[in-house]
């Protein structure tokens, strides 16, 4: 007559109790087969509690109870009755030592073995395993327990991977990832789409079309303050606030993300409502592009408006700027110099050449150089489908890979590979990931000003005659918004100007030179 469970449990016990002399751990035999494992005499439970019963009893433990699980899968532990008052028996105190036949027995879960282990480290419970040899209460035992910390650490940041996996993978498809909204637009908690806030909206259209008439960040923050506007969460504006908002394409209708792992962004369309034009966007991006390229020790003032443009024509290095009162006049009026950084060290001997000589050179040039045209470096519109083309094919491939990961993940996760093969697979398919990804970044096709050349040409053509018309203010502007470089040189008798670069365009006219 075949015994059921419970039989087996009792006479285990009673068999126990005569052999047991002095307790020392209070123990929980744990036992679990699935129903195809009921076949192998290995598995079954009088087989397993035969060869636990009498661990127990050569390492003289106390057996507190037997918990079977019979013809449970060991896939997780929410289904299986017997797991569960084992873990509220190690909670209560009334076990403090758990043995099982094989650590697979209690779950094939990387995941809920991580969370058990921790429970009985918690509970200060030993944990043991006869096949495995594992006694946590030994210096072996606590090496597991590292191990599974690891594992634990390898979960975390394997949950982290997924979620960033998930903001990528939304961003990609249009959606706002970002619950905590930003100025312009409320987000709409649950359906997480975002809405224009057409009040903030005027003020987002107000702050594009100051900085493009040339305020400075910090003149629109001072004019958002004493208007008395409050920021998104009635907080204080600042220099970064308004810089965010510059940069910010999404009112244009884009997504920016920071791609996990890496220092890059890419940008998806939205499906969010833009309201703001491309070109006075891009135009913004440009200003701000230009205007990094003057640190404070260089930034033009209204008598230096030459200071940041000029650059040594002999050696390449940067001109600064002195300034001097004649000894003999009587006026407190300021002379202007520029000199090379090379030349006070001796490794350069360009003159100090006066604002005067530097802006004669620069007017003669600027009456000789050819008229503008497109930089070369703006992709053509094929060259564009080309790439957008490219773009697509390798993103094909990207979730390919993408694809792959989650599949070696989940047999990991199963058990149906080693974490070595894991790692090496993972290994591989990570660095794909990066060069496709890199690929990515050096395809997207690249957004430039659309500059009005005509307009261009005529402020050009007209500087010579009107430039004695202008300020000191508007001379420093005009260098400001479209001068790059002026490569200028001095010798003992000449003021040369050599090269001029402007943004967005290639112009290098004659040499010109000048008398001193």
């Not at 790059?484 to 050599?498: A, L, P």
Request: proline content about 2%.
């Amino acid at each position: 007559m075949k015994k059921n469970v419970t039989t087996i449990k009792k006479e285990a016990l009673n068999v126990y109790s005569g052999i047991y002399l002095k307790a020392k751990l209070r123990t929980a035999i744990y036992i679990r087969v699935s129903t195809a494992e009921q076949a192998k005499e290995g598995f079954s439970i009088p087989a397993q509690i035969e060869k636990l019963k009498n661990y127990a009893i050569v390492n003289d433990w106390d057996i507190i109870d037997f918990y079977i699980d019979d013809g449970k899968s060991g896939k997780d532990i929410e289904g299986r009755p017997e797991v569960q008052r084992l873990i509220a028996d190690v909670n209560s105190g009334k076990v403090n030592n758990v043995l099982v036949y094989k650590l697979d027995r209690l779950t094939r879960s990387v995941k809920n073995l991580i969370e058990l282990i921790e429970l009985f480290e918690e509970n200060n419970c030993c944990f043991n395993s006869l096949t495995e040899k594992l006694d946590t209460s030994n210096a072996v035992g606590r090496m597991f327990i590292k191990i599974i910390g690891i594992f634990a650490e390898f979960e975390r940041e394997n949950l982290a991977e997924r979620v960033a996996f998930g903001y990528e993978q939304k961003t990609r498809e249009g959606n706002y990832t970002n619950c905590n909204g930003v100025y312009g637009y409320d987000y709409i908690e649950g359906s997480g789409e975002l809405v224009i806030n057409e009040e903030e909206k005027q003020i987002i259209l107000e702050i594009f079309e100051k900085y493009l008439n040339g305020y400075s960040m910090t003149q629109i923050v001072k004019d958002l303050i004493s208007k008395g506007i409050p920021t998104k969460r009635n907080g204080k504006w600042c220099q970064s606030t308004i810089c965010s908002i510059l940069t910010n394409p999404l009112y244009i209708g884009k997504i920016r993300y920071k791609v996990n792992g890496t220092s890059s962004n890419f940008e998806a369309d939205g499906k969010h409502t833009p309201f703001l034009d491309e070109e006075i966007f891009y135009r913004a991006q440009e200003i701000i592009k230009n205007r990094k390229r003057y640190q404070k020790k260089c930034y033009p003032k209204e008598n230096t408006y030459f200071l940041g443009s000029l650059f040594c024509a002999k050696c390449g290095a940067k001109m600064g700027t002195n300034q001097h009162k004649d000894p003999k006049s009587k006026t407190d009026t300021l002379y202007v110099n520029y000199y090379c950084y090379n030349s006070k060290n001796g490794n350069c001997d360009c003159h100090n050449i006066s604002q005067n000589k530097v802006e004669a050179a620069f007017l003669d040039y600027m009456s000789q150089i050819e008229p503008f045209q497109p930089a070369p470096h703006i992709l053509e519109e094929k060259q564009v489908e080309e790439k957008c083309k490219e773009l697509k094919e390798i993103e094909y491939e990207i979730t390919k890979v993408e694809k792959r990961i989650k599949e070696i993940k989940t047999l990991f996760l199963k058990d149906e590979i080693s974490i070595e093969e894991y790692q090496n697979f993972r290994n591989a398919l990570d660095e794909q990931l990066m060069l496709l990804r890199q690929k990515t970044l050096n395809l997207q096709p690249e957004k430039y000003e659309e500059i009005d050349y005509e307009r261009v040409n005529q402020i050009i053509g007209n500087i010579k005659e009107n430039w004695v018309q202008l300020s000191r203010e508007e001379k420093k502007e005009f260098l400001f918004r479209f001068v790059s470089k002026i490569q200028i040189y001095s010798d003992k008798e000449n003021v040369i100007v050599s090269n001029c670069e402007f943004y967005n365009t290639e112009h290098k006219g004659k040499e010109k030179t000048i008398k001193r």
